[in-house]
T-cell receptor, first 114, second 115 residues
Framework: NAGVTQTPKFQVLKTGQSMTLQCAQD?????MYWYRQDPGMGLRLIYY???????DKGEVPNGYNVSRLNKREFSLRLESAAPSQTSVYFC?????????????FGNGTRLTVT | AQTVTQSQPEMSVQEAETVTLSCTYD???????LFWYKQPPSRQMILVIR??????QNATENRFSVNFQKAAKSFSLKISDSQLGDTAMYFC????????????FGQGTRLTINP
């Protein structure tokens, strides 16, 4: 049982380049999330998808786009990377009743933008 | 909007000691969930303990327990008989029950257990 799988694990981009972070879960969860983690700021929500076919902005959506490709997959795209997007990115998933089945996280992608 | 504050960026204790990590939050909701997550150097996010706001009784999970003070909006984590494997970042998190179920995290506390 793989849980939440993120690819790649590490990535270095130059300013202005684009890339897509991939996330897939095999737990049949309805909801999926993208967070970024920065020192001293904890994890902040970028975008989320409460169910297949829906996406909504979180706390820090600027500079990002997402696609809920199907129930399993939720990708995060940086169209024109900036140094301020250097961070560790986490994908997570959950069922509707998140208290009893709290968020399951992937292992993160460390992104550096130079 | 909800906010979560962890006022201790770093803490360090000796193995076998008891340590308490602080967390306060701000919300106008009357019912919600609170969580503590652990992030070891592997970067994996691990759920440590959770609390439902409408439950008076403090949650416990083995060596981990919370002190939930709803009126004060405080949710501290106590680790008893600390072990080297407890060394990690610890995040306090809040979740509304109504509406989209998103976790709001605090800034984190880096805990080091010394041998």
């Amino acid at each position: 049982n793989a849980g939440v799988t993120q690819t790649p694990k590490f990535q270095v981009l130059k300013t202005g380049q684009s890339m897509t972070l991939q996330c897939a879960q095999d737990m049949n969860h309805n909801s999926m999330y993208w967070y970024r983690q920065d020192p001293g700021m904890g994890l902040r929500l970028i975008y989320y998808s409460a169910s297949e076919g829906t996406t909504d902005k979180g706390e820090v959506p600027n500079g990002y786009n997402v696609s809920r490709l199907n129930k399993r997959e939720f990708s995060l795209r940086l169209e024109s990377a900036a140094p301020s997007q250097t961070s560790v990115y986490f994908c997570a998933s959950s069922t509707i009743s998140s208290y009893n089945s709290p968020l399951h996280f992937g292992n993160g992608t460390r992104l550096t933008v130079t | 909007a909800q906010t979560v504050t962890q006022s201790q960026p770093e803490m360090s204790v000796q193995e076998a000691e008891t340590v308490t990590l602080s967390c306060t939050y701000d919300t106008s909701e009357s019912n919600y969930y609170l969580f503590w997550y652990k992030q070891p150097p592997s970067r994996q996010m691990i759920l440590v303990i959770r609390q439902e706001a409408y439950k008076q009784q403090n949650a416990t999970e083995n060596r981990f327990s919370v002190n939930f003070q709803k009126a004060a909006k405080s949710f501290s984590l106590k680790i008893s008989d600390s072990q080297l494997g407890d060394t990690a970042m610890y995040f306090c998190a809040f979740m509304k029950i109504q509406g989209a179920q998103k976790l709001v995290f605090g800034q984190g506390t880096r805990l080091t257990i010394n041998p």
